[in-house]
C-alpha cells in the first residue's frame, strides 16, 4: 500500500489548506484557486489525489465509507485470516500529509456537467451540491449479474468490507447451523459452498475456503468434520481463470483439486435461490452462494451521460 496509507492513524489535527490559498467546499470554483472533485478513495482515487500534491488547486476527495481498502486482501477477510481493520486505513490519513485536500463523506448522488458541480448525500446533513473545474471518477466497479439482479439476494458478491463480513458471517453460521441440525440432508446443504465465477476472485475465495475447512477448523467441532466440506466453483467459460494463460489455469485448477475443490466448467447458472442454485438444469443444494463472477461500471457513470433535449428545450428525464 501507498506510505499514505500505511502510516499508523495518530491523534493529531488534520492539517488544513491555508485561508489564503482555499475556498469553502461549497464555494463556486473560479474565485480563486482551481477545484478538483475526485469521487471515489479507492487505488485509483488516492493516487489521483497524491499526484496532485504539488498542483496549485484544492483538491475534494469525495467517498461514501471513511476508509480505504486493500481490495486484493478482501477474500482473506472474508475466510477470517484477517480482520476488517488489516487491510483497511482511514481516508483522512491523506489529509493530514497534504495540505491542498479535503475530504468529504458523501455518496455522489447526481453530476451536473452544465453547471460543473456534483450532488452530494452527506449522512445527517442531507445534499450539498459541491462545485468543481475538473471532476474525476474514481468509483471503481461493482458486481454483475448479467441481467439477473435478482440473485444478489441470495449470492452477494466480494467489492467492499462489508461484502467480506457478510460473506465470513455466512461461512461461518453455515458451520454452526450444519453442527446444530439432525436432518442429514439439511447438514449437507449447510456444508456445501458454491462460488460462481472463476476468476482471480473466485479462485481465491475457493483456495481460502479449503483453508478455513481443513485447517482453521480442524477439532473445533463435535458432530461434524468442516474438511468434509463440499466447494464448487463453476465457471461458464471452457477454463478457470480465463484471463491467464493456459499453462497457469491447469497449475491452479490441479492445486484446487489439491485442497478438495471441485470446480465445474462450460456451466451456466440458471437460478440461484434460497436452496441453492440450478446449473446446467440440475440443482446444487446450497445454503451458500458467493458470487465472484463479473465487474460492471458503478452506476455514477451513466449520470456523465447528457440527457436528450425534448421538443421545448427541456431534458428528458430519461437518460
Known amino acids: 500500500m501507498s506510505e499514505t496509507l500505511q502510516d499508523r492513524p495518530r491523534a493529531v489535527e488534520v492539517a488544513r489548506p491555508r485561508a489564503a490559498e482555499s475556498s469553502s467546499i461549497t464555494d463556486p470554483p473560479g474565485a480563486k484557486r482551481k477545484?478538483?472533485?475526485?469521487?471515489?478513495?479507492?487505488?485509483a482515487g488516492?493516487?489521483?489525489?497524491?499526484?496532485?500534491?504539488?498542483?496549485?488547486?484544492?483538491?475534494?476527495?469525495?467517498?461514501r465509507r471513511n476508509h480505504h481498502i486493500f481490495q486484493p486482501l478482501l477474500y482473506q477477510v472474508a475466510t477470517a485470516v484477517l480482520a476488517p481493520s488489516d487491510i483497511a486505513a482511514p481516508i483522512r490519513q491523506l489529509a493530514e500529509k497534504q495540505n491542498n485536500v479535503s475530504v468529504m463523506l458523501a455518496e455522489v448522488t447526481g453530476v451536473d456537467l452544465n453547471s460543473r458541480s456534483v450532488d452530494a448525500s452527506c449522512p445527517g446533513v442531507g445534499i450539498r451540491k459541491i462545485p468543481f473545474d475538473y471532476l474525476v471518477i474514481a468509483t471503481g466497479m461493482r458486481p454483475s449479474y448479467?441481467?439477473?439482479?435478482?440473485?444478489?439476494?441470495?449470492?452477494?458478491?466480494?467489492?467492499?468490507l462489508a461484502d467480506a463480513v457478510t460473506i465470513r458471517a455466512k461461512i461461518l453460521s453455515a458451520y454452526e447451523l450444519a453442527?446444530?441440525?439432525?436432518?442429514?440432508?439439511?447438514?449437507?446443504?449447510?456444508?456445501?459452498f458454491v462460488l460462481v465465477g472463476a476468476g482471480p476472485t473466485g479462485v481465491e475465495l475457493a483456495a481460502?475456503?479449503?483453508?478455513?475447512?481443513?485447517?482453521?477448523?480442524?477439532?473445533?467441532?463435535?458432530?461434524?468434520?468442516?474438511?468434509?466440506?463440499?466447494?464448487?466453483?463453476?465457471?461458464?467459460?471452457?477454463?478457470?481463470?480465463?484471463?491467464?494463460?493456459?499453462?497457469?489455469?491447469?497449475?491452479?485448477?490441479?492445486?484446487?483439486?489439491?485442497?478438495?475443490?471441485?470446480?465445474?466448467?462450460?456451466?451456466?447458472?440458471?437460478?440461484?435461490d434460497e436452496n441453492g442454485v440450478v446449473a446446467d438444469g440440475k440443482r446444487i443444494p446450497s445454503a451458500t452462494v458467493l458470487?465472484?463472477?463479473?465487474?460492471?461500471?458503478?452506476?455514477?457513470?451513466?449520470?456523465?451521460?447528457?440527457?436528450?433535449?425534448?421538443?421545448?428545450?427541456?431534458?428528458?428525464?430519461?437518460?
Open 179 to 192: 453442527d446444530t441440525t439432525d436432518d442429514e440432508n439439511e447438514r449437507a446443504r449447510q456444508m456445501t
Open 35 to 43: 477545484r478538483i472533485v475526485i469521487v471515489g478513495g479507492g487505488f
Open 291 to 319: 458470487w465472484t463472477a463479473g465487474v460492471a461500471p458503478s452506476p455514477i457513470v451513466k449520470l456523465l451521460v447528457p440527457r436528450p433535449i425534448g421538443p421545448a428545450g427541456s431534458r428528458s428525464a430519461h437518460s
Open 146 to 160: 448479467f441481467g439477473h439482479d435478482e440473485f444478489a439476494r441470495h449470492a452477494p458478491g466480494l467489492k467492499s
Open 208 to 272: 481460502s475456503m479449503a483453508q478455513l475447512a481443513t485447517v482453521t477448523l480442524r477439532g473445533q467441532f463435535r458432530r461434524i468434520d468442516p474438511a468434509q466440506s463440499s466447494i464448487i466453483l463453476i465457471e461458464g467459460g471452457k477454463r478457470i481463470l480465463p484471463t491467464f494463460a493456459e499453462s497457469l489455469t491447469e497449475k491452479a485448477a490441479r492445486r484446487l483439486e489439491r485442497l478438495g475443490v471441485k470446480t465445474v466448467t462450460g456451466v451456466k447458472v440458471e437460478k440461484v
Open 46 to 63: 488516492i493516487a489521483a489525489a497524491r499526484a496532485l500534491k504539488r498542483c496549485d488547486a484544492d483538491v475534494v476527495l469525495i467517498d
